[in-house]
């Protein structure tokens, strides 16, 4: 065990580093997936069920609240809070799924839930700039990817399995007691790095009023018979919150652009204008548009290809092989791929590992399109002459999805550590968040215009389409200003 700056035993960081990140998963994959099953087999509508997807909408807005977590307490303890508090909400949804008259709340301690769990990502995200120097920040990173995937098999796996055999009672109550053992953990061994800025109970005081409290009673009373009202409609399962939010987060950035040097001016002398603040400093940097440009293009192809590559494999009468090959090839060749693409990121350096690495990851586009053609021609299905699961067809799609997996890994190191270069400052966990907010605008409407592009045009060719939609990425790799990038150069 190593000693934190207080003295204090703690764990190394390629300990802390997979715990919190496995801790970070296993909270998103119980609320977004691991609810839909639920809710369905407990007889909601197909429609109801469809309302899950707001599930999602604290992930896309959590840019909103990130500044506070820099500026009261310290990332650790917003981390054991949220922890916690989750572990609290989910072995109450285990007491609760027993009775079918409280599936109504239930679906409010979800969403509520995922408010605590996206402010624990968000958490965990500043706790890892905080704790962890540049050259370790790269170094880690695909013990980050690999604690996540791991904990996302888990939860869609294991947990899923128990809750669909045994009972939800047990699967929800195996995830609290999941998280009750990491929290724990955390509280003895996680190290303490930073030093509180404003103590957090000075934000409570201000926060939790009694006007707050009455005010979240009420909208969580609205917001409950909203979701009754519209239990059977299909109109809320299609409601574009997330979309609305992720363009007005673009949108607000672009247009401080030309006026940062005035807002900087306005709030210069006010130490209160956190919000303002942390927006601002992110934006304060040499060819900002490009940058925004480049995150929100960075990973347009893959969303394309990702939204589709299912729907894919069950139209070429791959169905029964699917999931095997995404869990017994996916799996690891993900992992692989993110851990080697953090050791050559921190051998390299971004600089110069940044065009192979995206190159890598959206020529797996191509990959899909040539597959496509071979098992589909033209078309969007299986025509029938030829066996569709035939060892060779089945044998050439793992190797195109070990391909992509691997791939996708490499292109997530480049993801995590480009994002990781633009925190600086007093609002590493805001600015991380502004990041990943603006990555998720391009992945909006992937799934929406892909599916009309592949009836149109059919898969193969939707398949080359998306590469098309890669190349302003790479293209932009040229102009960015890396002197305003931290490049993870070695030492």
Known sequence: MNKDPAGKKSAPPIIWAFTTYFAEGLPYILIRTLS??????SGVSLEATGLTSLYGLPWIVKFLWAPFLDSFGTKRSWLLITQGLLVCFFALIALMTTSSWALPVIALLFFLAAFLAA??????????????????????????V?????????GSGVIVTIGSRAGWVWAFGLGALVMALLYFFHVALLPRCELPKVPIRQLLAQVFTLPFVLITFLVAVLLAAFI???????????????????ILLLVSLLLLVPLRTRFFAAVRNRPD????????????????????????????????????????????????????????????????????????????????????FLLAQNLTNLAYMMLAFYLLGSGSRVSGSVPADSTANILLACAVAAFDYLAGGL??????????????GDFKAAHYAIGTGLMSVAGLYA?????????????????????????????????????????????
């Open 273 to 356: 204008s956190i919000f303002a603040r942390s927006f601002l400093s992110f934006i304060d940097r040499d060819k900002i548009t490009v940058i925004i440009l480049f995150i929100i293009c960075l990973r347009a192809g893959e969303f394309m290809l990702s939204s589709m590559a299912g729907p894919f494999f069950i139209d070429a009468g791959l169905k029964e092989h699917y999931g095997w090959i995404t869990g017994v090839v996916g799996l690891p060749c993900s992992i692989i791929g993110a851990m080697a693409g953090g050791w050559l990121i921190a051998r390299k350096s971004l600089q110069k590992m940044i065009l192979p």
């Open 411 to 424: 292109g997530t190191a480049v993801l995590m550590t480009f994002l990781m270069g633009l925190c600086k």
């Open 146 to 154: 690999m604690a996540y995937r791991i904990s996302m098999m888990f």
């Open 119 to 144: 402010s624990h990502d968000t958490a965990i995200d500043g706790y890892y700039l905080e704790a962890l120097t540049v050259e370790e920040q790269s170094r880690f990173v695909g013990y980050r």
């Open 36 to 41: 839909t099953f639920f809710f369905r087999a």
């Open 228 to 246: 009754v009202w519209y239990k059977n409609s299909s109109q809320l399962a299609a409601f574009p919150f997330s979309n609305l939010v992720g």
């Open 447 to 491: 799934g929406s215009f892909s599916g009309f592009l592949v009836t149109w045009f059919g898969y193969a060719s939707f398949f080359g389409i998306s590469f098309v939609f890669s190349l302003p990425a790479m293209a932009l790799i040229y102009f960015l200003p890396w002197p305003e990038v931290k490049d993870f150069s070695p030492p």
